[in-house]
């Protein structure tokens, strides 16, 4: 390796601070050291995520609070910068996503194969460990997944939103030639759309609000998207399936009426997986109506060990996240970022801070 | 078979019709006769069930209603009094315990193993079909069940809720040797406690607001009962658990705080179990509580081709359901089993309407 | 409709009896006559299936054996020529793909959603029920589903062996991304390959002897396809995968050796699934390989309730059938129709006899 | 704690080593000391384990051959004789059941919850890692489960081969009500019988050659026991299931023809689980059998995470252990236990190796 390409990293960087609701500040911090185990990286594509926006308009989720300034961030792509010490499979250079979840890797939920649900995880940008909305940040080599040639670190930051998409469709059990609703156009909407495609569903149904989101599903993977504010988008789905509803409803919406509409449109016995994050934190269903279909409802926690499958599949093209990234900021207007996202500005869909190729 | 077990039956039986709220009276009506394929049955025991009571206070659940007088009861044994024609694996005189759905055979619900489900279903005592508080009815030969020598037509009419319990643990993919939660200590609560013990449960918290029950609850089946309206029992049940909650949390109380309750007494990753019916007809969840707990949420719906592991279960001894029977009655104080029923009086656990031996 | 396009059906007709091994002798018989709940179908494309071959050349399958003279033949889409009474959601001219088994619709594995495991179960062209090399059949309605608009008969056809390819895959539980090796590319091993690719597999290896056979798999679905009388194909599979070995191995080659290499070839943890007919009748596998993978093997038995997905799966293009039909016979040649698939000849995939468009 | 409770372990002891084939030689080695995390155990009861007489007999399963002499032995209770750095959670004199596997923790089985097929794993008493034929022992302390006041350390050390048994009918998904056959009356398969009562089965068939063991299943679990060398035990258990079958089959004998009388006395649907270890290494079934049947087949590989489990079922009395534990020996006299276990010799079910209370 040339020098150049290991530069020794400054003793300062540029972060982004989150210091309350809709105030974040640009400051300079230390650049941290990696221990065993653990790399440098050098930050380069980084997507602004629903929960991130959560925090930024709410201060946070749930019981989950904003108390002390915090870095967000944690759908990423990164250059490895430096190794520490035992560092073995990775080498300065190499362009890497980066899953965000450091788990205890000793408890009950560790052990048993669930770790997205370790009650001792330290997850990237989530109160209190700080994010990479910032130049340089230290992580364990094992969650780094080296990108094949070719694959862009823009892509490579979308693979964390599909790696719960994949999560959400594995807990599905959709089967090929199966039916899909999909609530919500977001990213993860669009990415449990495009991961359920991949899946072998023979139809999906969406639905989603705001008029270019609409567009842009349909043009990215829907065979229908329905509008909430005009339609009865669960009569539109039954009626779209001879009455009968879909195998799998998918809410991604995070609306607080699109749980029972979600309910609506699938068939009997059917699944209904929930992974939109809503506002009020309340889930309010019919009982009568899932009863008598006697569904099966899921929750999405993030997502376990799926990098991999995640990496496959945009590498055959198997999916295609390049679309979703539509507006593109730096550290400097990173505010403008999610106040887009917030106001589903512009057709924005993902909004990706760029800080370094 | 002498003939003086095979009297010809009646011209007109007396049948117990629910008019409307609280208004049962008897009338005599014809006896049925069976068709191709159906039995003549004499009604010998009927438990009164949750949901006949829901009709019986409120003229009914979501919205199947009580249009017009309908004999209920569905939870019930009987002898075989005629076969009609092509009927050959049963015999006149034959003690039966009788599954009461009555479904198509033909939707997909059914062609996939899931009966339960049928949209086409003809279900005894439910509206607009007439149940079995009566001296008489016809069933197809199919649904019935004949019982072991030493069962009794009492045993044999809680096979019914048994067969629920059964679905409901089956739903529930309860592991032996893991902890399981009950909410509430009605019939089918019970029953679903007994069954978890069957099937390996190596502890059973359960809740109940009626003193009497939570006494019967303990000495019948629960390791720890707490009260509702007087402990916090969610911190009860993770007290005892050191903190960990159990394996799978089922409702079966059909209170409105009690989904929450069992959301927060399951484990990570746990398994809940809606089997109550609501007044309200509304089930509401702490959204960030069951997301961030990874929940799997099932609903039970009726049964599926239990019937012969019941049978066993009882027979065997693993299942002990006489105790369960606590207040026998007959068609001329049927209304009074209801009330009682309806107040939790006397510290009654199931009404059983006694109609023959 | 107009009396041409039903012109009332002949008396007799002509059929394509298999007499003993390799002896298959037309004959002139009755049409047969609807019943109520039945159709009359004028047969129009019909696949020979490997196990045809298996009752042409070695007169049986395990104790299922040829004792009198059969029609053979299961694959196939015909035209309704005639409604039998109450026959009310099909019309004369339709052109339909026609599930050939036709289930008791009591027994437990039918009251439990294993249709494919009835006892009683009468299967098109299975000793010693009638099949379809003929011009007309009688069928029972329910299992005649219309074929869209634009689709083929011969896509028809294959739609049955397509169905076994589906529920092949549902019982790999294969997830998306993840990786498959299929053995046998014979017309069950295409199509098991192609419906792994409709459900998302990011890599698909398969293998082959027979070079045409290989040729036509690279072009067709593989990422790559191993020759195993050359070549140690376990190893070349377990090189491609980094020696980690494919999720899913499925055998269809029904070669006595292929259940090994697809044991060796499957990752740790794997599922091992069987749909090829092995001549021997045994399947041998080393216990200590198995055991230390902890394997799930799981056993093909014909197909349930999947046409729906498969008419879905191909009129949407996610599967193409149509490459799969390479020569085409008609009544009078269909024994070489059997010779040349016996024998692998012309690198032939799948043989249809065609009696009408 | 007084001192001598916890007097300094001496700086040699006495292990058995097995040289090679039926030749153990006791040998004085060096105490281990225990490192950061680990403990040092003071050995108090062992089990001999049927795989550790297939090493005696034979030197090796499969392609796990003893090539330097070994000490065998990983069925263990033990006390905790010294801790080493940073262990918390356990004190110097309390009584512990051990797993023996000691996985990586960072391989694809550990991180998705297969620990048991981790590739990396360190057994006790498989070469080449030693075992506790011996009076200390180091591991590491996650690995130690204190067992509740008033367990026995031969309880203890029968935990082991219990948890095989848990995670046996945790493959088989056996529900609450079926019926079950086990073949084989050694240890496992008397520990499997167990667990399948313990989990609900309705109905427990053995098999079992030997005269003293068939008596001894009769009394501890069985409901019937048949003799392979005189009876065609499928027919056997067809004929007391009224021709059913049973729902689960459970090969635990490690015959050659075994597991095809599994697979005869398995309903349509069933499930085979496998977890005997055949001398010959090799599993041979009829085809046509298994498929038409629809099987699945499930391999048993030791156990994962159910200590917890099983220490509460027998903590409970839902199993109970003790009756197993037949014979006693010391170190001095442990080749006549392996001797005696190979010869089924006196009724032996369990040798228990004490070296300590």
Request: with cysteine; net charge negative.
């Amino acid at each position: 390796m040339s020098p150049s390409s290991n530069p020794h990293p400054p003793e300062t960087m540029s972060a982004a601070l989150l210091h309350g609701i809709r105030d974040i500040r640009l400051a300079s911090v230390p650049v941290p050291h990696p221990g065993p185990g653990e790399v440098l990286l050098k930050i380069a594509s980084v997507g602004v995520c629903g929960s991130d926006v959560h925090y930024y308009l709410e201060g946070g989720i749930g019981d989950a609070i904003v108390k002390e300034p915090i870095i967000m961030g944690h759908e990423f792509s990164a250059t490895i910068a430096a190794l520490g010490a035992g560092v073995e499979h990775l080498e300065v250079g190499q362009l890497v996503a980066v899953e965000p979840a450091i788990n205890c890797g000793h408890c009950e939920m560790c052990l048993t194969g669930h770790p997205n649900l370790c009650p001792h995880v330290r997850f990237c940008g989530t109160p209190p460990i700080d994010g990479v909305f910032t130049e340089y940040a230290v992580m364990i080599a094992e969650n780094c997944f080296p990108l094949p040639a070719g694959m862009s670190s823009v892509a490579g930051a979308l693979l964390e939103p599909l790696g719960v998409a994949i999560h959400t469709i594995d807990l599905s059990h959709l089967k090929v030639g199966q039916t899909v609703a999909v609530l919500g156009a977001g990213p993860v909407g669009l990415l449990v759309a495009a991961v359920a495609r991949a899946a072998g569903a023979s139809a999906i149904y969406m639905t989603e609000p705001v008029a270019e989101r609409r567009a842009f599903a349909r043009s990215y993977i829907a065979d229908e998207v329905f509008d909430p504010t005009e339609e009865d988008v669960a009569a539109k789905v039954l009626a779209a399936t001879q009455g009968r509803g879909v195998d799998v409803s998918i809410e991604a919406a995070g609306a607080m009426d699109s749980p029972e509409q979600a309910a609506e449109m699938v068939r009997l016995g059917g699944t209904l997986v929930l992974c939109g994050i809503p506002v009020d934190d309340s889930l309010t269903l019919t009982a009568s109506l899932i009863r008598r279909k006697g569904l099966t409802i899921k929750m999405v926690r993030r997502m376990k060990h799926v990098y991999p499958r995640a990496i496959r599949l945009v590498a055959r093209g198997m999916v295609d996240v390049a679309p979703l990234a539509s507006h593109f900021f730096t550290l400097d207007n990173i505010q403008e970022a999610f106040e887009m996202v917030a106001g589903y500005q512009d057709g924005i869909i993902k909004a990706v801070v760029q800080l370094a190729p």
